[in-house]
């Protein structure tokens, strides 16, 4: 029973990660009605953003190296919208998925190039720095250790503050979307591209704002999952296939169902995997064999390809 | 003045011979005017080439998004590997039983490939092929020790090339490896 909890817990651990990634994927689903598979990689040049400024560079305070580096994502997502993507046709799929993929690569290897693949030694943890639960987050591994809990759980205080951050960006993307003039027209233009066109959105900005938004999120999501996976330019590789799985499985447009679906697969590996396969082996999120996402994928995209949440596109033969 | 010809026309035809003469006379010549290390780079892209011609096949013309032809690549390469290296087999023969093994994990990867479609079959083969690394570690049938996990193993055995070939000596490493 303990160990069934703690395989529960291990899942939910994880899917917050895999819900970082899943929730700026399907904000720019939303936008452009494109698969961004290079949001793992901007997530990870993000974080390593927010790392020049607070360890390498300037030696900043964590917190004000965070908006920076959000503000710095949000403005390569623009112009990564503006400069390649906005001249083709979305609807066409070849040649967006490509240069999503060449984004991906190229991310990936600039950062490998000027911070090497090793993994950074002396990340700051965003968590630490926070005002007044910071210090709480302090100075354990973890609580709710054997030795002080009878049920024998273990509950890493820094997973309890990502879905903590979790929750509060999902907040603040429900506000934004839903309350502010830009939402309203993002949410115009991801339901209907044309007709917002013709009551005068300007459908360029939108997009720009959506890839800034989710750009910025995603970054915010890993600088907070990098002391945890630590940081390196293949951080969000396997997290990708992850998030594609929780994408597809809580449905592409919608980003409570990608928070929920990142979950979901967190806890499907883990109790599934858990049972099936070493138990050891799931203590490590990049060890684990990452068929089970795939199989969740293909399943998922053969019976429902809609997603749980997801609205239904229909066809006309 | 731009000079036009017809597709098909004999004129054509001769051109299209003497690009593909020219062509192999460049490759005949590479290796004795550029270094070697240029050359193993070449070597590499003219391999890299043949591969994406199965790519080009698959997406080019029928117009499958199946991008994961990088895990097809290293599904044979890992499949050689291991009948040279566990089964002592001759290096030339393990090439067709690599493109073996691949075909067949194609053809069982292309049954759900028939119902999904467009971005969703992108998706699938983009994850399919970012989660290859981590297959390789999956323990069914000693895939571990066969493969060597992520990291690969060494092939210590050479290609050797036939022996009515002049041009190049095997033993002179770096060379057409």
């Known amino acids: 029973m303990t160990l069934f909890l703690q395989r529960i817990i291990d899942g939910l651990q994880n899917g917050a990660i895999y819900s970082t990634v899943a929730i700026p994927m399907v904000l720019i689903f939303k936008a452009t009605t494109l698969i961004n598979f290079a949001q793992g990689e901007l997530a990870m040049i993000g974080a390593f953003f927010a790392f020049v400024f607070a360890v390498q560079a300037f030696s900043m305070n964590v917190i004000l190296a965070t908006i920076l580096a959000m503000i710095l994502a949000a403005a390569l997502g623009m112009a990564i919208e503006r400069t390649m993507l906005r001249s083709f046709d979305p609807t066409d799929h070849l040649p967006v998925v490509l240069i999503t993929l060449g984004v991906f690569y190229i991310v990936n290897a600039f950062a490998g190039d000027i911070w090497n693949y090793q993994a950074q030694g002396d990340v700051p943890n965003l968590l630490y720095e926070l005002p007044f639960i910071g210090s709480w987050f302090e100075g354990r591994s973890s609580f709710l250790t054997s030795e002080t809990n009878r049920l024998g759980l273990r509950i890493q205080h820094d997973s309890v503050g990502l879905i903590g951050a979790l929750l509060i960006m999902l907040t603040a993307l429900h506000f934004i979307l839903n309350r502010t003039k830009m939402g309203l027209a993002f949410r115009g233009v991801s339901s209907n591209t044309e007709s917002s066109r013709l009551v005068g959105i300007r459908v360029g900005r939108i997009l720009s704002f959506g890839w800034g938004l989710a750009c910025a999120f995603g970054a915010l999501g890993a600088i907070l999952v990098a002391p945890r996976i630590t940081l390196q330019p293949n951080m969000m590789l396997t997290v990708l296939v992850y998030s594609l799985a929780a994408a597809a499985f809580g449905g592409l447009d919608s980003v409570g169902g990608a928070a929920l679906g990142g979950f979901a697969v967190g806890l499907l590996n883990s109790v599934v995997l858990g049972y099936v396969a070493d138990v050891d082996r799931l203590s490590s999120l990049t060890a684990a064999p990452l068929l089970m996402p795939v199989i969740l994928l293909l399943v998922v995209l053969w019976f429902k390809p809609q997603g749980l949440f997801g609205t239904k596109t229909v066809e006309r033969v | ?177």
């Open chain 2, 1 to 177: 003045m731009p000079y036009t010809f017809n597709k098909g026309s004999a004129e054509h035809r001769m051109y299209r011979l003497v690009g593909y003469g020219l062509l192999i006379v460049l490759m005949l010549i590479i290796p004795f005017i550029l270094p070697e290390f240029q050359v193993t780079r070449l070597n590499r892209a003219m391999a890299m080439a043949v591969a994406i011609l199965g790519l080009n096949l698959v997406l080019g013309f029928s117009g499958l998004f199946a991008l994961c032809q990088s895990a097809f690549i290293a599904l044979g390469a890992f499949t050689c590997g291991s009948l040279i290296m566990d089964h002592g087999w001759d290096y030339w023969m393990t090439i067709p039983a690599g493109m073996l093994m691949a075909f067949l994990i194609g053809l069982l990867l292309g049954i759900p490939a028939l119902k999904i479609k467009g971005l969703y079959l992108a998706m699938s083969t983009v994850a399919f092929a970012a989660a290859f690394p981590s297959l390789t570690k999956l323990e069914f049938f000693g895939i571990p020790e066969r493969t060597g996990g992520a990291n690969g193993r060494d092939i210590t055995e050479k290609l050797n090339p036939p022996d009515w070939m002049p041009i190049f000596d095997a033993t002179e490493p770096g060379r057409y490896r």
